[in-house]
T-cell receptor, first 111, second 112 residues
Framework: NAGVMQNPRHLVRRRGQEARLRCSPM?????VYWYRQLPEEGLKFMVY????????ESGMPKERFSAEFPKEGPSILRIQQVVRGDSAAYFC?????????FGPGTRLTVL | DAKTTQPTSMDCAEGRAANLPCNHS???????VYWYRQIHSQGPQYIIH???NNETNEMASLTITEDRKSSTLILPHATLRDTAVYYC?????????????FGGGTRLMVKP
């Protein structure tokens, strides 16, 4: 059973561009969480999704950030008009119910 | 979720037991204690969790005090590969708010 997969592993964008981060949960998992980790800090919750539904987006910035988890395909975290402060590691986790299993992360660098 | 307090860093000799403490004095009766670790820049790895009884699995043991205000994660024979940041998290198990809230964690350095 493959683990949680994230791609790309590294992403470089210039200010103003869009960043799309993908997360494929473990087989059979219908819950996906996105977290952001700034350098030298702990992970911070962003959003919690189930198939086709956003359950909790209390950690998402109000502008430029959006997330989806369609019926088919991976979950997508989309950042529009990136700024240097968006540079961070973005981790997703999937869960069948309670334990969360994390992917390897996507490291976003904004030039 | 209740807040947790952990030492910032700890050292442990290779082959010895590593005992990582965590205080969670405001934990409520329905909150579980979870432990995760993050090995340099990788995604966090689930270790163990418990409610009030001591728990053991292939990775570690978890002891929770009777009043549930503190717990200890025990790595019985630490290896160099156990060097990581260890996070103690208390959380409810269900509902929309069951995200993980990561604090600063304990940076464990296992030395030869």
């Amino acid at each position: 059973n493959a683990g949680v997969m994230q791609n790309p592993r590294h992403l470089v964008r210039r200010r103003g561009q869009e960043a799309r981060l993908r997360c494929s949960p473990m087989k059979g998992h219908s819950h996906v969480y996105w977290y952001r980790q700034l350098p030298e800090e702990g992970l911070k919750f962003m959003v919690y999704l189930q198939k086709e539904n956003i359950i909790d987006e209390s950690g998402m910035p109000k502008e430029r950030f959006s997330a989806e988890f369609p019926k088919e395909g991976p979950s997508i975290l989309r950042i529009q008009q990136v700024v240097r402060g968006d540079s961070a590691a973005y981790f997703c986790a999937s869960s069948p119910q309670n334990e969360q299993f994390f992917g390897p992360g996507t490291r976003l660098t904004v030039l | 979720d209740a807040k947790t307090t952990q030492p910032t860093s700890m050292d442990c000799a290779e082959g010895r037991a590593a005992n990582l403490p965590c205080n969670h004095s405001t934990i409520s009766g329905n909150e579980y204690v979870y432990w995760y670790r993050q090995i340099h820049s990788q995604g966090p790895q689930y270790i163990i969790h418990g409610l009030k009884n001591n728990e053991t699995n292939e990775m570690a043991s978890l002891t929770i005090t009777e009043d549930r205000k503190s717990s200890t994660l025990i790595l019985p024979h630490a290896t160099l590969r156990d060097t990581a940041v260890y996070y103690c998290i208390v959380r409810y198990l269900s509902g929309a708010g069951n995200m993980l809230t990561f604090g600063g964690g304990t940076r464990l350095m296992v030395k030869p």
